[in-house]
């Protein structure tokens, strides 16, 4: 059911999951937080998003808000994953340190 879903993203994101490559960044005091995850290419850049509705990567705008082909991209489905699995590595900064990495995005 979940690859008729997902298809190629759920191979590609449980890879991600399994390799410890999503983080989950907690803003102090608030509890505010936003995943950073490890993407597959060789250089390996990491991506901010929010599960259930934004990635940084190009493939969330080229196919999903583009094209609407996907669901969600491959950085989305493994913070998902990770998050229900409790895979993630946490990290606590203050609340103006989160806010700063946001206004990056």
Not at 71 to 76: A, G, P, R
Not at 99 to 103: D, K, M, P, Q
């Given at each position: 059911?979940?690859?008729?879903?997902?298809?190629?993203?759920?191979?590609?994101?449980?890879?991600?999951?399994d390799?410890?490559?999503v983080k989950r960044i907690f803003g102090e005091p608030s509890g505010?937080?936003?995943f950073q995850v490890v993407g597959e290419s060789r250089r390996?850049?990491?991506?901010?998003?929010f599960a259930e509705q934004y990635c940084a990567c190009?493939?969330?705008?080229y196919d999903i808000v583009n094209r609407g082909e996907q669901?969600?991209?491959?950085?989305?489905l493994a913070a998902r994953l990770a998050a229900a699995l409790g895979a993630c590595i946490e990290d606590k900064v203050s609340d103006e340190q989160l806010?700063?990495?946001?206004?990056k995005l």
């Open positions: 059911m979940l690859h008729f879903l997902y298809g190629k993203n759920l191979e590609r994101a449980t890879r991600i999951v390799q410890r490559g505010r937080s936003i390996k850049e990491e991506y901010f998003c190009y493939s969330f705008f669901l969600c991209c491959k950085h989305q806010a700063l990495l946001l206004s």
